[in-house]
């Protein structure tokens, strides 16, 4: 019997399983596709406060999200980094001093900045963020937020989980949830063999995401009672349109903003959109009008215009936002909502509404709060202080640390030993100088990616197809041509999981949690 099943294997599922097993609490996960293959990918990749939360009067959740950005940069040095937004004035739009008012708040509310930049004025034509905009955009303000991988923050967390003795399987839907006065009874199915299997658990939590809102399961969906709101946002990703690492923060005529995010290096990320979903959430994909959308927001603002043809590569992610009734997608609260059902003494079923990758620790936390009662046992909350695999750093050491390994391992080169430690942290030493006398690098698929680091993602990360690796565990995918992802492809269908060996750890990568090496 386990203590706690979950369902889903996105930021919220992954950040309770890796909260509950370091409480000692037995854990099982299940994520139907790969870990963070829904939402938790398709985000706009922002640790932030939500500048534009202040105007909903949202101070709670601006508050408490502003205090998780110098939180998860220190927990996650390596996939976390700080970046500057710049706010040009529209003069059609809100007033100078109302975004004083909201930035003086931004820098404020949080309470604790120690080192992030607080907010300033900019003259826009002696700065080189000016550049690339309408020579009649000629003030701005500009504030500090961070940046995030959000699937690998997935990922990391169910590789600690796993490390303190999660049982993490992907691939394995949730078919249904049987409340027995004692227990759930939960089958699961592994959508790769087929096979079922039924598991027991003394409490169920529903972090399916959007997938809750119809019920991820047979026997879920009748112990629901909040209204879920589904709202896609859709994101385009365009060659580089400006040369320094600010984004860029756009208000539009109907009150939404627009960022437009330096990514990949050679690239720019411009997003979001706010539509109201139907449907199943796997489907969710970007339509010509959102691109258009987007095109023509930016455009308002870059001296060059974009257009949907300039759009590289596209991705659509669904919200499940609790419905607190207001009118537009835009103005749905993205607080989260947990319920816990089940009167005492019965199995629990804590369902998770909302929420966001900037709030997921938080989020767990409180989730873990919820279920105290269950199981009194559980130590107490831990997570605020222990760094995620990899991340035992400073975030300032993270370029002597690449330019360490580049030395260690001098056929990486630079560019690519910067994106290991940006990808794995300190873990990048374990997976390229564990062994001295290991073969080297093995093929080597395109843009600095070899087999070595393959076989670790198979071995540690529960990746399995091209797309998991291309995608999630990196963003490769924009850089790796046809034939290269067709080897990879080739070469993961040759290496399932439980073939590829193991990669024998020298010395624990992270001081104060066990590495994924060790599971
Ligand atoms: C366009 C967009 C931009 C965003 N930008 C930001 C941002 O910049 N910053 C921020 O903090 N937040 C952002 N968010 C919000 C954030 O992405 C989400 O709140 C978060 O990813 C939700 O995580 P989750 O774990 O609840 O859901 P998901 O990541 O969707 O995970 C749910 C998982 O459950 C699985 N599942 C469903 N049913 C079953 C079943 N029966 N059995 C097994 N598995 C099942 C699914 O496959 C899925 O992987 C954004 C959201 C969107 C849509």
Redesign the pocket.
């Known amino acids: 019997m386990r203590d706690i099943a979950i369902?889903?294997?996105?930021?919220?599922?992954?950040?309770v399983a890796r909260d509950a097993a370091g409480r000692g609490l037995s854990v099982l996960l299940?994520?139907?596709?790969?870990?963070?293959?829904?939402?938790?990918?398709?985000?706009?990749?922002?640790?932030?406060g939500?500048l534009r939360y202040l105007e909903q009067y949202e101070f709670g959740l601006v508050r408490s999200?502003l205090r998780e950005r110098e939180v998860l940069l220190r927990l996650a040095p390596h996939i976390v980094r700080p970046m500057r937004f710049v706010l040009p004035h529209h003069r059609g739009l809100r007033p100078a001093f109302l975004i004083r008012l909201g930035l003086f708040l931004y820098d404020h509310l949080g309470g604790g900045r120690r080192i992030l930049a607080p907010s300033r004025g900019l003259e826009l034509a002696q700065v080189a963020v000016g550049r690339p905009l309408k020579p009649m955009y000629t003030r701005a303000f500009e504030y500090s937020d961070c940046w995030?991988d959000?699937a690998r923050l997935?990922v990391l967390n169910a590789v600690d989980a796993a490390a303190r003795g999660a049982d993490i399987r992907v691939r394995?839907?949730?078919?249904s949830a049987q409340r027995t006065p004692s227990h759930w009874r939960i089958r699961?199915r592994n959508r790769i063999s087929g096979q079922e299997e039924t598991v027991a658990a003394r409490a169920l939590v529903n972090?399916?995401?959007?997938?809750?809102a119809n019920g991820?399961?047979e026997g879920?969906a009748a112990h629901r009672r909040a209204a879920i709101r589904l709202?896609?946002?859709?994101?385009i990703v365009v060659r580089r349109l400006f040369e320094h690492e600010s984004a860029y923060i756009f208000q539009n005529a109907d009150r939404r903003i627009i960022?437009a995010i330096p990514y990949e290096q050679d690239y720019t990320l411009i997003?979001?959109?706010?539509v109201d979903f139907t449907g199943d959430?796997?489907c969710a994909t970007i339509s010509k009008e959102e691109a258009d959308y987007l095109c023509r927001a930016v455009s308002e603002y870059f001296a060059a215009p974009v257009s949907p043809a300039d759009v590289v590569w596209s991705?659509?992610?669904?919200?499940?936002l609790y419905d607190d009734g207001e009118r537009s997608a835009q103005d749905a609260t993205?607080d989260?909502v947990l319920e816990l059902e089940g009167a005492a003494g019965q199995p629990a079923l804590l369902t998770?509404i909302?929420?966001?990758?900037?709030?997921?620790r938080r989020l767990a936390e409180e989730a873990l709060l919820k279920l105290a009662p269950v199981f009194p046992q559980a130590g107490p909350a831990w997570t605020r202080d222990v760094p995620l695999p990899g991340g035992d750093f400073a975030h300032n050491e993270l370029e002597r640390l690449a330019a360490e390994l580049a030395a260690a391992v001098p056929a990486l080169g630079a560019a690519t030993a910067l994106r290991l430690i940006r990808t794995y942290g300190t873990t990048a030493r374990e997976i390229f100088l564990a062994r001295q006398d290991a073969p080297g690098l093995g093929a080597h698929f395109g843009a600095g990616f070899y087999e070595r680091e393959a076989a670790h993602l198979v071995r540690h990360e529960w990746a399995i197809t091209a797309d998991d690796v291309l995608w999630r565990r990196t963003k490769l995918g924009l850089h790796i041509a046809d034939n290269g992802r067709r080897q990879l492809a080739d070469w993961l269908a040759a290496h399932p999981p439980g073939t590829v060996q193991d990669l024998p750890a020298r010395s624990a990568p992270n001081r104060s949690a066990k590495s994924g090496l060790e599971r």
Not at 231 to 235: I, L, N, P, Q, Y
């Open positions: 369902i889903g294997g996105g930021i919220n599922g992954c950040g299940a994520e139907q596709g790969d870990l963070a293959s829904g939402t938790s990918s398709a985000s706009t990749k922002l640790i932030h939500g999200s995030v959000d997935v394995t839907q949730v078919v699961l972090a399916a995401g959007a997938w809750a991820p399961a879920i709202v896609k946002g859709s994101h960022f997003g979001t959109t706010d959430p796997s991705y659509a992610g669904v919200r499940s993205r989260f998770i909302g929420g966001k990758i900037t709030t997921y």
